[in-house]
């Protein structure tokens, strides 16, 4: 997750805590004769008065909290998850700013909690935001979708029509003028078709880009994306790219490292790769006549820094047919992520195998069609000696990982996670698909395995799946789904605890989560595994504890009486359907 610091470089604040005040004179009014219910809902009466520090409130809890920690965790509650650019929930922002006058205080005594400026506020809210984040770094989104077209002007009367053109160029004139553009951070370009075919929004934006140029000393994220659909295609396609090139020309920083270009291909010569640590790109645009792997691979050669690399192949066919250790590799050596998106795990594979990693620690793909070649994203000797897998109705996550404390902050870990968009009405359950997902694979320095999913699984599963392992001393299997129940009987054959040649021979931990133990169906399996945990030890097999939490049914008279009491690792047990306790 990414957020803003609190005490921003150029908003820090100069002054204690209890000595702050916050104004609320006439500049920070609404303009529109007649305020929209957001606004009143936001700002209330409070633009009339000033708001001091609530001595009222002295004895408040959260003052005991130093103000900078304080603002810190409320920032955190409103902080929205990206991969690129920090983002703020904006009505988590009041929502939070209503709790009490304690909590309305920080907010206001705190410009970088303005920061955030989406175009999608209203003109005069976006005024505010501005003015309250006083000198705080900015986050802009300029953002402008579908088509140009006339709607009834929400301050004034039905009669007045104001175009979108010109609300987008109001919010553009108020965003990009001389004294914001120096703390701009982070910035979100986005425009429709109609829009790059418009003269007066380009003229606009390169009016205001130009005299901007060179002062934007603070960039270090920039998001240019063109948002028309990937089969459109204008007939001044060629006016479109020279639009893209003037206006990404005069968004050059000297600080910039993380870049998202969506749907736009500009030329090598205008990207400087050498200082990204972030980098997107959407390959294949279909009005640039070029090699999407000739291009790929230039713009990597020359950013040795990356650390994030996400990769859209939507418009890729099968120009990427290089093999893992070809001699014009490139090598990425501090990469930890990659992610890929839009194509098939064929086409992802290619595109994997130009590339050199030796410090990645995770890999996203998301397949629609097919999990073909998705298993040559797996190290053949992966990191670690504990998995957790994690499989939901869109995901498979692995997660392989190092039990022991490396110490000083080191970390030995890897992550696959391929979203697999087939949905929960597919044919093949994920469970399936993470089976497909392995096939071959054996893992023999895997001691742990944490397996978790939303879909109904059996023995038959859950055998094929430790196939793929020899050492396991621990075993964990939690059932996720709140809608059904998945019955204890079915998820495990009780056969696999006690035969030497079992995969679970070494186990010495087996954990059950949110599965369900229903009486008497039940009995046999608990009986059993009773016997099975006392007659290990004579068979010359391991030790097994066994934990229960979570799972419906379990007591502790039930443990007492099955005999697996002085077996039972932890007893967690959960409230039954009916609303009693067991």
């Not at 921003?8 to 209890?18: F, I, P, Q, V």
């Not at 951070?185 to 934006?205: G, M, P, Q």
């Not at 396609?237 to 893209?244: H, I, L, P, S, T």
Request: charged content about 20%; aromatic content about 10%.
């Amino acid at each position: 997750m990414r957020w803003f610091s609190v005490l921003s470089r150029t908003g820090r604040h100069r002054a204690s805590a209890t000595q702050r005040t916050v104004s609320f004179d006439n500049t920070d009014a609404v303009k529109s004769q007649t305020p929209s219910p957001v606004i009143g809902t936001i700002f209330g009466n409070e633009h009339q008065r000033s708001a001091p520090f609530p001595q009222s409130q002295a004895s408040s809890p959260f003052r005991s909290l130093p103000f900078d920690i304080f603002a810190s965790i409320l920032e955190l509650a409103i902080s929205v998850e990206s991969d690129f650019f920090p983002e703020y929930d904006i009505r988590g922002l009041f929502v939070v700013s209503a709790v009490c006058r304690y909590w309305r205080w920080a907010v206001l005594a705190t410009p970088s909690f303005w920061a955030y400026i989406p175009s999608y506020l209203p003109l005069d809210i976006l005024e505010v935001f501005l003015r309250r984040s006083d000198g705080a770094l900015l986050h802009v989104v300029l953002l402008y979708n579908f088509t140009f077209s006339d709607i009834p002007n929400p301050y004034t009367s039905n009669i007045d029509l104001l175009r979108k053109e010109n609300i987008f160029l109001a919010k553009l004139d108020c965003i990009l003028s001389h004294s914001h553009w120096h703390r701009i951070r982070f910035l979100f370009l986005s425009l429709s078709a109609t829009a790059w075919t418009s003269a007066e929004v380009n003229s606009r934006l390169a009016v205001s880009l130009r005299s901007a140029q060179c002062r934007m000393p603070a960039l270090e994220g920039l998001c240019f994306i063109s948002n028309a659909h990937p089969s459109w295609s204008p007939p001044s396609g060629q006016n479109v790219r020279d639009a893209e090139l003037s206006i990404f020309t005069n968004l050059r920083s000297p600080v910039l490292r993380e870049l998202h270009l969506g749907l736009i291909t500009l030329p090598l010569s205008c990207i400087t790769a050498s200082s990204l640590s972030k980098l997107s790109l959407a390959l294949g645009n279909q009005y640039a006549v070029i090699d999407p792997e000739k291009y790929l691979r230039e713009i990597l050669k020359g950013a040795p820094r990356l650390r994030f690399l996400s990769l859209d192949l939507y418009a890729v066919g099968n120009e990427f047919k290089a093999g893992r250790g070809s001699i014009d590799s490139v090598s990425l050596p501090e990469l930890r992520q990659l992610k890929m998106r839009g194509g098939t795990c064929s086409i992802y594979s290619s595109v994997y195998a130009i590339l050199l990693v030796p410090s990645l620690e995770e890999i996203c793909v998301e397949t629609v069609h097919s999990v073909d070649h998705a298993t040559d994203f797996i190290p053949s000797l992966p990191p670690g000696d504990r998995l957790r897998v994690t499989i939901d109705k869109f995901t498979i996550k692995l997660e392989f990982e190092e039990s022991r404390n490396l110490g000083h902050g080191a970390r030995n870990q890897f992550l696959y996670t391929p979203l697999s968009r087939f949905g929960p009405n597919s044919v093949n359950t994920n469970n399936e698909l993470l089976l497909s997902l392995l096939r071959s694979r054996h893992f023999p320095r895997i001691a742990s395995v944490e397996f978790s999913t939303s879909y109904h699984f059996d023995s038959t599963f859950m055998l094929q799946l430790l196939s793929h392992f020899e050492a396991l001393r621990k075993l964990s299997m939690s059932f996720t789904n709140t809608e059904s129940i998945l019955c204890i009987e079915d998820a495990m054959d009780l056969n696999t605890l006690q035969s030497p040649s079992s995969p679970l021979a070494p186990l010495q931990l087996l954990s059950f989560r949110n599965l369900s133990v229903v009486m008497p169906q039940a009995s046999p399996f608990i009986v059993g595994l009773c016997a099975i945990v006392r007659g290990r030890s004579g068979n010359g097999l391991q030790p097994l504890a066994v934990d229960f939490k979570e799972c419906s049914g379990v007591t502790d008279s039930l443990l007492r009486t099955s005999g697996l009491g002085d077996y039972t690792a932890v007893r967690r047990y959960r409230a039954n359907r009916n609303g009693g306790g067991l």
